[in-house]
């Protein structure tokens, strides 16, 4: 795959991999449209590329049907074409059974769900029609268990990579690629939230690093740290009565 010239959209570019993503592709002179719901910070990351490459930022909430079609809209008639899609919008609440939230699940099935299902609802048809297209996922190697605290983000992740592995069976006959991307603990501020030790933290300057270099190879699922990835095979093979033992003990602080 290469990125030169390529039209390439961006949601929830304002931080994490998503900001880190929009600077390696525009120093691989890729033309970059970026949205986020905090435009404050795409202002200035918008500054900071415009002496590289073409960039223009939107306002988007990808919760709000309305406004992912008239960003999409906006950006056709900014770029008259989208040729990688990278849906990068996720959010995570830890989900206590002792303060269970539907508002927490809702925010995050709207998000990483809904969110990414909105967008590529706007790209289909002219990928389709054109037989072309690249839609990258964002999803994560926790998608694989119900891991104790973490129930809505990993159903909503698991719910986000069936969709793109669907998606990707589907769409091949009409020359569109389907990537999922499936990295473990990513230093972000979304991360930087949790209050546990997170195995193989890795910088969003090495996870944009192998996200790009396995976009160049066609590669259909991205996973990263290869440590993590293991664990997460190994661990949806297990028994549930192992899982549940080793899940059900509470994880050393990061402290």
């Not at 990688?84 to 269970?100: C, D, H, K, R």
């Not at 029609?129 to 999803?139: A, F, L």
Request: proline share 3%; hydrophobic share 40%.
């Amino acid at each position: 795959m290469d990125f030169k010239n390529s039209v390439v959209l961006i949601t929830g570019a304002s931080s994490g991999i998503g900001y880190q993503l929009a600077k390696d592709l525009a120093n691989e002179g890729a033309q970059l449209a970026l949205l986020s719901r905090r435009t404050d910070l795409l202002v200035s990351l918008t500054e900071k590329l415009t002496s590289i490459t073409k960039v223009k930022y939107y306002k988007c909430d990808v919760t709000l049907k309305n406004e992912v079609a008239e960003s999409f809209s906006q950006i056709k008639k900014d770029f008259g074409k989208v040729d990688i899609a990278i849906l990068n919008s996720g959010v995570g609440y830890t989900s206590s059974a002792l303060n269970y939230s539907s508002m927490e699940a809702e925010k995050t099935f709207n998000t990483n769900v809904l969110g990414a299902i909105y967008f590529i609802e706007q790209l289909l048809h002219d990928f389709i029609s054109e037989k072309r297209g690249v839609i990258v996922g964002i999803s994560s190697l926790g998608d694989g268990k119900g891991f104790p605290k973490s129930g809505f983000y990993s159903a909503s992740k698991a719910a986000l990579t069936i969709i793109l592995e669907s998606l990707r069976i589907e769409l091949k006959k009409y020359n569109i690629k389907v990537i999922t991307v499936k990295p473990g603990f990513i230093k972000t501020p979304m991360t930087d939230k949790n209050n546990f030790k997170m195995p193989y933290l890795m910088s969003v300057e090495e996870g944009s690093k192998i996200i790009l270099d396995g976009l160049r190879k066609d590669k259909r699922i991205i996973e990263f740290p290869w440590q993590t990835t293991i664990g997460a095979k190994i661990l949806r093979m297990m028994p549930t009565k192992w899982f549940e033992a080793i899940a059900s003990k509470e994880p050393p602080s990061k402290q």
